[in-house]
């Protein structure tokens, strides 16, 4: 291989990289990991609220809004200063469980499941998903709303 072939290799392999790292769309169309939190809120066409409790830094919500005709009973989202959007969760009624979820298996196909009793007496449920790009975790309990949770993938399934 001659020298000049193995710069054309280096330009083109420099190219793809630059090409396929623009940032990956995160769980609501639109939005990707790492948007700072006035893009987020753009885009959303909310305003939200550093939560409440002053040890849990970054994390922001809102309450009550309404996603893809979906009542939602709050959005927290997780904005790092540096690193941008970094989580989603979704506080859902149960009522709309069903809904999600087979939305989410008609999206990505079946989910791991797993059945997890925290206290006696309460169980949990929780499905989790591996898009790729994403990490979607739901989580059903009877004594709490469902949860939607989506994070970016730190690991890339092609590489197991």
Known sequence: MTNASKYILIIVFTFLIQVCSQ?????????KWGMDLSNVETHL?????PFKEKQIQNLFEVKDIQ??????????????KEAGLR????????????????????RF????????DFEEGN???QFIWHTGEDVIVAVKSNQRPFLLSYR????????L
């Open 87 to 106: 989580q989603l969760a979704y506080e859902i009624d149960n009522a709309n469980m069903t809904e999600v979820l087979a939305g989410l298996r008609y």
């Open 23 to 31: 940032p990956v769309d995160a769980c609501v169309e639109g939005l």
């Open 45 to 49: 066409g909310v305003s939200l609220i």
């Open 123 to 125: 169980p949990q449920q």
């Open 109 to 116: 196909g079946p989910p791991v499941e797993t059945n997890i």
């Open 152 to 159: 970016p993938s730190l690991l890339d399934p092609s590489f």
């Open 67 to 80: 996603i893809s005709g979906l009542p939602v009973e709050a959005l927290r989202v997780r904005i790092e």
